[in-house]
């Protein structure tokens, strides 16, 4: 192995190293798809998820850096630059990569936590000496002849001059947006595979993440099954409606919920400045009649929103509601921040992140400029036609033994009005103790502890 020594600031290069080639077992974006992701003009505007995005794949060819070349690794002023086979350079700080050492000194393999203390580094420090391993780059520091090893896998991964992997790429499968049509194919766990399986867990967790719910079958039709149902993706969230429910139309809280009345797509929890990320329903017994299930892809609706009516798409992207919930007298809760858009995408990425949508729980509009009230509900009636298009509406009947689960980031829901005694159970899930729970049953420990 070759060592190359060079003052701290100064070019440094590395002339040779191993005889060949070496490859690594990482991913790799080629370069055609790199710099396309570097071109790409529309980071900024609103975007839907892409159906048609890579998963976060291990399968791609692993990257290579050419041992023997000369100009594999340089350090250059601030930074190291290292060079791909392909010919792409990634430029690292070296700031950044002291603060990044991932040696046991520096970083808690288990507890995945940093133990180096950012504030004790020489913010010029720099590379006393750079060597390409089989494995990737040793480097040790001019100060306190501090050693630290990065991956090329982790390097690539983490490049960030240029990006290497698509920061925009939604993790995991691809989402499939549906309309009614998939009422012939309605994604479905067995109660037993969930209950004594992780794999069977798995499955129910992708299911939701790729159509946003999943039935489960052969439930007992019981609370108590039901509870430990939720329980297998994580605790159940506590709100002012209390853990775990059972309810009937008697009004026990005040909310429509309790009643009888058919209730529009919405949302559930608008006015939470977290709303709840999963939303299970278990019919216990319906003596009446009625009481139909809705379900709506909000993430489709969304996307015909945007093909169709694309100034209400930036409009409810970008007006932001008031919500609330002050149905019983020792509750008046509302979101910090107190108004947001109906249509939320992340920022950094601009995907469509989540639908918070709930008519009747929607606060006093005093808020809007004059000239945005009548862009505003322009846009809210674009939506509900979409919403409401029945080609949009999946009805289904709920039958005890058979529980619904549902994004509730993504899905909206409603019912039909009914007769009788009507008892439901169900349960809120946090949306990232879900996602935490997803993330570990589908993706290696250490894939995941590599993205950190
Ligand atoms: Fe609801
Ligand atoms: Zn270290």
């Not at 149902?229 to 709100?239: P, S």
């Not at 059972?246 to 909310?255: E, I, N």
């Not at 439901?424 to 993205?451: F, H, I, K, V």
């Amino acid at each position: 192995m070759l060592r190359i020594l060079a003052p701290a600031r100064a070019a440094l290069r590395l002339s040779s190293a191993r005889s060949a080639p070496l490859a690594m077992p990482s991913r790799a974006v080629p370069a055609a798809s790199t710099s396309a992701l570097l071109s790409r003009p529309a980071l900024l505007a609103p975007r839907l998820f892409s159906t048609t995005a890579v998963r976060c794949s291990n399968s791609t060819p692993p990257p290579q850096v050419d041992l023997k070349g000369k100009d594999s690794a340089v350090a250059i002023g601030n930074k190291v630059h290292l060079r791909w086979v392909d010919g792409t350079t990634s430029r690292f700080h070296n700031f950044w990569l002291r603060d990044h050492c991932h040696c046991p000194e520096c970083y808690h393999s288990v507890t995945k936590q940093r133990l180096c203390n950012t504030f004790t580094l020489p913010r010029d420090i720099a590379p006393k000496s750079v060597t390409l391993t089989p494995t990737g780059v040793d480097i040790v520091w001019d100060h306190n002849d501090h050693k630290s090893h990065y991956s090329y896998s982790w390097l690539q991964k983490h490049s960030y001059d240029p990006k290497m992997m698509d920061p925009c790429k939604p993790e995991g499968a691809d989402k499939i947006t549906w309309d009614k049509s998939i009422s012939s194919q309605l994604p479905e766990v067995a109660y037993k595979d969930v209950m004594e399986s992780d794999k069977g867990l798995a499955k129910w967790l992708n299911n939701i993440h790729v159509h946003g719910f999943s039935y489960v079958s052969g439930v007992p039709v019981t609370t108590e099954a039901t509870e430990a149902l939720a329980n297998r993706i994580a605790f159940i969230r506590e709100t002012h409606y209390g853990g775990f429910w059972d309810f009937t139309s008697d009004l026990g809280h005040g909310d429509t919920a309790y009643t009888d009345i058919a209730l529009g797509s919405h949302t559930d929890t608008t006015y939470f400045t977290d709303p709840a990320g999963l939303q299970m329903f278990h019919l216990l017994h319906h003596d009446g009649e009625g009481g139909h299930n809705l379900l709506v892809d909000g993430f489709h609706c969304a996307k015909i929103l945007k093909e169709q009516y694309p100034q209400s798409y930036r409009t409810l992207s970008e007006i932001r509601v008031p919500a609330h919930s002050a149905g019983d007298a020792s509750t008046h809760i509302v979101p910090s921040p107190r108004r947001n858009p109906i249509l939320n995408h992340d920022p950094v990425t601009r995907e469509l992140m989540q639908i918070r949508f709930n008519n009747d729980d929607r606060s006093t509009l005093d808020h809007l400029d004059p000239d945005q009230v009548e862009s505003f509900y322009s846009a809210l009636f674009d939506w509900n036609k979409v919403l409401t298009d029945e080609k949009n509406m999946l009805w289904t009947k709920f039958q005890p033994g058979r529980v619904l689960i549902f994004d509730n980031w993504r899905c909206l829901h409603g019912r039909s009005s009914f007769t009788g005694k009507r008892r439901m159970c169900g349960a809120y899930t946090n949306w990232d103790d879900y996602r935490s729970r997803w993330r570990t049953l589908n993706t290696s420990a250490e894939q995941l502890a590599e993205g950190l």
